[in-house]
Nanobody, 124 residues
Framework: QAQLVESGGGWVQAGGSLSLSCAASGLTFSVNTMGWFRQAPGKEREFVAAISWYGSSTYYADSVKGRFTISRDNAKNTVYLQMNSLKPEDTAVYYC?????????????????WGQGTQVTVSS
């Protein structure tokens, strides 16, 4: 069974930085896109960023453009999310996800595998 394990969450003051990692294993399909999503209390899960597994395509939600950077290490089957200039509004559980499709523009319903999530808390 596929496993996506997020790590790196924690507490940080507004303006600070955090780096998240997602290690993938046991995937039984050809993964071509990895994404990061987040869900704040009482809100729907929303898209944050996506990256192609083979290639260099990336896409970001408008709310994080210029502050967050998604990257990957294919040899380690790991995707990262570098988060800078964090705001209290960024507080949420962050999830990584995988899909077979190649488009980084895919919506949340098109991702097949999900990690357990890691909490990010930004204080003012």
């Amino acid at each position: 069974q596929a496993q996506l394990v997020e790590s790196g969450g924690g507490w940080v003051q507004a303006g600070g930085s955090l780096s998240l990692s997602c290690a993938a294993s046991g995937l039984t399909f050809s993964v071509n896109t990895m994404g990061w999503f987040r869900q704040a209390p009482g809100k729907e899960r929303e898209f944050v960023a996506a990256i192609s597994w083979y290639g260099s395509s990336t896409y970001y939600a408008d709310s994080v453009k210029g502050r967050f950077t998604i990257s990957r290490d294919n040899a380690k089957n790991t995707v990262y999310l570098q988060m800078n200039s964090l705001k209290p509004e960024d507080t949420a559980v962050y999830y990584c996800a995988a899909r077979a499709g190649r488009s980084v523009l895919a919506g949340i319903r098109e991702y097949s595998y999900w990690g357990q999530g890691t909490q990010v808390t930004v204080s003012s």
